[in-house]
């Protein structure tokens, strides 16, 4: 987390778009001490005194990006990312916060750890990196971790990252822990027996190319126990990531009864499907699969129509030599933190969702869901801004990014968006240099 400077900073000419209050507009933001001090809309603001002016030039000024969904490999396997190269990857991306899954060696499952790198990434990040505290022990689905002890060290929630509780008994008790907490439960769902050796989406292209399939079972099942137990236990459930038309059904029925419950979709399910594996593409073999384009499409309409609320990256740096396999023996994972609004906007581009609302998604929601101050424009408020071209067009190039590591799912993908500045409690801490 950057120290906010004392220089005041003066953004002008700004189409500045926040999707907490429902502005898009033209205007002009000043912050101070790390926080925004003024709004004017559709007028100027008074320059202080020694402060820095940046002409927006209509670009659309939006609160940074808050992530809900970032694996990285510090600490144990730095090689893959660290919380700097993802704290660079992210800045460059516009994300100004993540949340940190403690899939990590050791695992975060316990408040020294939470404090530990609540530190290290002070000391070493340049956007704000927000630990998840796991939600057993080692991930292994079977022991409590001290969930006061977790929050107490600065947990934001609670989380097995890519690991499923299998035991409807364990879940029940471990929510009302939660609840009794008052901690975000945020859930994977995999049911393992059904997913068995699957690889990819169970259907007609699985059987085409030879691979084991995962049927939507395997979420949907473990998705409709948790929603009866989230309600059992009044617990505030946050189903991880759901990627299929069924999800989005059960998703939409329980918030009707139950205000707690919110969900969230990985970029790749939504703008991706399962025919971008074309002949065995490692780099699109993914914890939850891809799916059907008639899933992808009900994904969209749950955004839409509010039944999603987030969309994250699901960022999982993993080394060549883990992704260059045969599809079955590859690893799952992908990252996402540098082209996550980027393809996002593809569905504003194709005019599939506002842009309101796909920045809600990774904005205002994220923050309300985990209590944060950021996410919004609003004076007061953690000056965590970007400045992104919406039509500027660029290709991806896995040379030019900043992770660690190289597996994305958009290698080569012409994309239209981009941000040219990221600022992080006042500061700068990314500028595209044209």
């Known amino acids: 987390m950057s120290t906010p400077v004392s220089r005041p900073m003066l953004i002008e000419n700004a189409r500045i778009v926040d999707p907490a209050s429902g502005t898009d507009s033209q205007g002009a933001v000043l912050i101070e001490d790390g ?6 809309i559709g007028a100027p603001i008074g320059v202080p005194d020694g402060a820095e002016v940046i002409n927006a030039k209509g670009l659309i000024l939006a609160p940074g990006l808050i992530d809900m969904r970032v694996f990285t490999g510090e600490p144990g396997k730095e090689y893959r ?3 700097q190269s993802a704290g660079d990857a992210a800045a460059a991306g516009g994300v100004t916060s993540f949340v940190m899954m403690p899939d990590t060696t050791p695992v975060v499952d316990d408040g020294a750890l ?9 000391a070493t990040s340049r956007v704000n990196v927000l630990p998840a505290g796991a939600i057993t022990k080692g991930l292994n689905g079977t022991e409590m971790t001290e969930y006061g002890l977790l929050k107490e060290a600065g947990a934001v929630c609670l989380t097995d990252g890519r690991h499923a509780i299998q035991s409807p008994a364990m879940l029940r008790t471990a929510m ?6 008052g901690m975000i439960f945020v859930h994977h769902l995999c049911d393992t027996d059904l997913a068995g050796a699957g690889v990819m989406n169970e259907g007609l292209f699985a059987t085409i190319l030879g691979l084991k399939g995962i049927p939507r079972e395997a979420e949907t099942i473990p998705l409709a126990r948790d929603l009866q137990l989230a309600a059992l236990t009044g617990v505030n459930y946050h189903a991880a990531q759901i990627s299929c038309a069924a999800s989005v059904e059960l998703v939409a029925a329980a918030k009707k009864r139950n205000k707690s419950v919110t969900a969230g979709v990985s970029i790749n399910n939504l703008a991706l499907n399962e025919n971008d594996i074309g002949r065995y593409r490692t780099f699109f073999k993914l914890s939850t699969p891809l799916r059907s384009e008639d899933d992808r499409q009900a994904i969209v309409e749950g955004l839409r129509n509010g039944t999603i609320d987030t969309i994250h990256s699901d960022h999982d740096p993993q080394d060549t030599e883990v992704k260059r396999q045969p599809f079955a023996e590859a690893s799952d994972g992908a990252i996402g933190l540098e082209t996550l609004l980027a393809a996002a906007l593809r569905l504003v581009h194709s005019g599939d969702v506002d842009i309101l609302t796909v920045l809600r998604a990774m904005t205002s929601r994220p923050a309300d869901i985990l209590g944060l101050a950021a996410g919004r424009i609003a004076v007061g408020a953690p000056a965590d801004l970007i400045l992104f071209d919406l039509e500027y067009p ?18 080569g993908a012409r994309l239209a968006g981009k941000v040219m500045r990221t600022i992080v409690g006042g500061e700068t801490v990314f500028e595209h240099v044209v």
Do not use: G, H, M, P
């Open 35 to 40: 926080l925004i001090a003024e709004i004017a």
């Open 81 to 83: 990312e660290t919380l």
């Open 114 to 122: 939470v404090d530990f790198l609540i530190r290290r990434a002070k």
């Open 176 to 181: 009302s822990y939660a609840a009794n907490y």
């Open 394 to 411: 660029w290709q991806v190039s896995e040379q030019q990014l900043r992770s660690r590591s190289r597996n994305t799912s958009f290698e």
